[in-house]
């Protein structure tokens, strides 16, 4: 049974960094696109990111374009976030998600109802 674990999330100001990281466990996560959401208190779940297995392929909300980077070590079974200059907007529940088996797709990252396995979520706070 597949199991993502989040870690990462804490408070920072303004401006500053966190790098997310999910460690998958109990599957073939390197065949597997890979995503982050968010969900802020009272607003829907959003896709943050998401990369392909081969990592040839990303996808960022417009949101976070410029600001947010994903990645992958298939080795490690992680997938990260790393996301700098941060804003008070960014608070919310992150989470990482298993994506589309086996392709480089970049529209397949979009599709949310490929997402089908989840992690408990890491809080973000963000003071201004």
């Known amino acids: 049974q597949v199991q993502l674990i989040e870690s990462g999330g804490g408070l920072v100001q303004a401006g500053g960094s966190l790098r997310l990281s999910c460690a998958a466990s109990?599957?073939?996560?390197?065949?597997?696109?890979m995503g982050w959401f968010r969900q802020a208190p009272g607003k829907e779940r959003e896709l943050v990111a998401g990369?392909?297995?081969?990592?040839?392929?990303?996808y960022y909300a417009d949101s976070v374009k410029g600001r947010f980077t994903i990645s992958r070590d298939n080795a490690k079974n992680t997938v990260y976030l790393q996301m700098n200059s941060l804003k008070p907007e960014d608070t919310a529940v992150y989470y990482c998600a298993r994506g589309p088996y086996y392709t480089s797709n970049y529209y397949a990252l979009t599709d949310l109802h490929e997402y089908n396995v989840w992690g408990q979520g890491t809080q973000v706070t963000v003071s201004s």
């Open positions: 990369i392909v297995w081969s990592g040839v392929n990303t």
């Open positions: 109990g599957g073939t996560f390197s065949l597997y696109a």
